[in-house]
């Protein structure tokens, strides 16, 4: 690996309102994934920086921070949002170099995470307690009290949208946190921090610790200064973390994978259903939970709708990602390649065409580059339409009957979205009530956006991100009663 350019240097931890040299003085090389030369390093926390990043999350949640009213809560969060909207840009070229996603689509994500951060800035004062008509003589309310100290773990392929996804609701309900961003893009982190900064939160309310998951993960999440876990990434990983924070029952949520059918009945927009067939299944190089990865196609409709797909797919521009004419941009890393790579053989080894598609794209012998591709011919039970290959590999199948595509469709260990097309409004409400998914679309895929719950059935996660249903994942509901009775003996034991 060469490197012709400078290196942006990130030498600083951020801990309790301060930057800081990591304690074991280490550093991660960032990749930039289409050119595969070092561009940035950041710091490497290690399990001492992690416990004083914990310690400092603690001490802001009994501090300043807990005299703060919901309403200056959501005030803070709201200046956080302008922050990131005036940052837009920058921010975007920087996750765009991190990892891959063409410009277009990262910048975007730092827009829609400021709609993220506003929706939760103004729902921090709206959640509320309840007057409980427990008995007359008695006042009885609820307390809406934060958990406390949140470990926040995110991924590589959307990295600042869920760090608004985790903060807007974890901050808004009081609680502090600590994140840990993936080790493949921690740079839009650090630079998230300094808004944070800018913005005038108290010190310690959050904290970032890039690092490995074996260590400086894993030690995050076992460690007892922290009571909750909020998790988005691979399901081997949620395993694990439900494992360490068994020990004091620390609150956990998981967002993980998918493998999402989408399904074309005979009685829909063709030409729209194809669009968003190829965008759900290839967007972001496939490095996305909720794609369309499995497409069941009715019979009727099959060849025609295939050959619409290939022509619309073959017109997607691979390229360079800073380039604002590509739609997809290169792999985040080579592992991640190597994977889709893997996903290719088994699903030629297991009988199934490539109809197009299968390989790199002609002149990028550099850079994480895969060509979007359409396998048919292989059933449902197939490695390529059973696991989740996280790159842009769609796998179509035909069906016949309504019930058939039912149980095809959740017959998978994943149930994190779905996707149906059809004018029939009976058939719409009847199959979205039979599929097994966090979220069912009829005629368009996975509207993702803050308003909605989001979140999976089975393996793909536990718990709801977005909407006013996650506020109740950073919370604790405490019941008081104030007994003011004069007729009751206080003292049952009082005839022993
Ligand atoms: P991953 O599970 O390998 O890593 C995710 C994060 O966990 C990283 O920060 C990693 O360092 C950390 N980690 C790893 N081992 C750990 C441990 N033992 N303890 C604590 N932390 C640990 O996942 P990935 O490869 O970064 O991301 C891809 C996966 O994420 C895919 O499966 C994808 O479906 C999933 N994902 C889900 C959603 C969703 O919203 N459902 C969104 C994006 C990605």
């Not at 009213?69 to 920058?90: K, S, V």
């Not at 070229?93 to 829609?112: A, Q, S, W, Y």
């Not at 502090?176 to 921690?186: A, D, G, H, Q, R």
């Amino acid at each position: 690996m060469t490197s012709t350019t400078t290196i942006a240097d990130y030498p600083h931890l951020f801990v309790g309102g301060r930057w800081t040299a990591p304690s074991a003085g280490l550093s991660i090389d960032s990749v930039d994934p289409a050119t595969e030369d070092v561009w940035a390093r950041v710091p490497r926390a290690t399990e001492p920086d992690v416990d004083r990043a914990v310690d400092a999350a603690r001490a802001a949640l009994h501090g300043p921070w807990s005299r703060l009213t919901a309403t200056q809560r959501g005030r803070l969060i709201f200046i956080l949002a302008d922050l990131l909207e005036r940052d837009a840009e920058r921010l975007g070229r920087i996750e765009t170099m991190d990892n891959g996603k063409p410009l277009r689509d990262t910048v975007g994500e730092v827009k829609r995470s400021v709609e993220w951060l506003r929706y939760y800035a103004g729902a921090a004062d709206k959640v509320e307690g309840t007057v409980v008509p427990y008995k007359h003589d008695a006042h009885a309310y609820t307390r809406v009290e934060p958990v406390g100290v949140v470990a926040a773990i995110t991924p590589w392929n959307s990295p600042i949208s869920l760090y608004s996804w985790k903060l807007g609701p974890a901050l808004a309900m009081g609680n502090t946190v600590v994140l840990k961003p993936s080790e493949l893009t921690s740079v839009s982190a650090l630079e998230f921090a300094q808004l944070f900064s800018e913005a005038g939160f108290p010190d310690g309310v959050l904290n970032i610790v890039p690092g490995y998951g074996h260590d400086a993960g894993a030690h995050l999440v076992a460690h007892p200064g922290v009571d909750k876990v909020s998790f988005t990434g691979s399901y081997p990983t949620a395993q694990a973390i439900m494992r360490a924070a068994s020990n004091g029952l620390k609150r956990v949520s998981f967002e993980c994978g998918g493998k999402s059918p989408h399904i074309v009945f005979p009685d829909s927009d063709i030409d729209r259903a194809v669009s968003v067939a190829t965008h759900s299944a290839f967007r972001s190089t496939g490095q996305s939970c909720s794609l369309g990865s499995r497409l069941f196609l009715h019979r009727d409709i099959y060849t025609d709708f295939l050959d619409a797909l290939v022509r619309r797919t073959e017109r997607i521009r691979v390229g360079m990602p800073l380039d604002p004419s590509t739609h997809i941009g290169p792999h985040t890393s080579a592992e991640q390649l190597a994977k889709t790579e893997h996903y290719l053989d088994a699903g030629r080894r297991e009988g199934g065409r490539v109809v197009t598609g299968g390989g790199r794209p002609s002149g990028y012998d550099r850079g994480y580059f895969v060509q979007p591709t359409i396998f048919d011919g292989l059933d449902n039970n197939s490695t390529l339409a059973s696991e989740e290959v996280f790159g842009p590999v769609l796998t179509v199948i035909p069906f016949e009957t309504e019930d058939e595509v039912i149980s095809l469709a959740n017959d998978t260990s994943y149930g994190l979205v779905a996707g149906l097309w059809t004018k029939d409004i009976s058939r719409a409400h009847r199959v979205a009530a039979q599929l097994q998914a966090g979220m069912v679309s009829v005629n368009t895929f996975r509207p993702v956006h803050w308003t909605l719950p989001y979140g999976g059935y089975k393996s793909s996660g536990l718990g709801r991100e977005n909407g006013l249903a996650v506020l109740r994942e950073y919370c604790e509901i405490k019941s008081v009663v104030i007994d003011f009775s004069a007729d009751e003996p206080a003292d049952p034991f009082a005839d022993a």
